[in-house]
């Protein structure tokens, strides 16, 4: 079992930048994927970004590419979302989600096996 417990959110003005933290407790093994989403009232949660736990693979969703960074630190169990030159359009509950494996490939909301419950970003005009 993995708990997820997201940190970080709150509320910036356009442009500028906020990390976020996931800290997992529970037993994370070298093929774990971990992946952020993020949510909107009456939208459906979006892929942001995801990294391997192994390697470092990442991926990104278009736009974010060149903005967000994902990066992990094994030793704290912990991955990040440094988020910069945000847009009031990034403004979201984000989430952490973590699945056993699978690459870095296809990460959907239906493939992730655990969740966090959410830090909300607010980016204001």
């Known amino acids: 079992q993995v708990q997820l417990e997201e940190s970080g959110g709150g509320l910036v003005q356009v442009g500028g930048s906020l990390r976020l933290s996931c800290a997992a407790s529970g037993r994370i093994f070298s093929s774990y994927v971990l992946g952020w989403f993020r949510q909107t009232p009456g939208k459906e949660r979006q892929f942001v970004s995801g990294?391997?736990?192994?390697?470092?693979?990442?991926s990104y969703t278009d736009s974010v590419k060149g903005r967000f960074t994902i990066t992990r630190d094994n030793a704290k169990n912990t991955v990040y979302l440094q988020m910069n030159s945000l847009k009031p359009e990034d403004t979201a509950v984000y989430y952490c989600?973590?699945?056993?494996?699978?690459?870095?490939?296809?990460?959907?909301?239906?493939?992730?096996?655990?969740w966090g419950k959410g830090t909300l970003v607010t980016v204001s005009p």
């Open positions: 989600a973590a699945r056993p494996g699978g690459g870095i490939s296809k990460i959907t909301i239906g493939s992730m096996n655990y």
């Open positions: 990294i391997t736990w192994s390697g470092g693979s990442t």
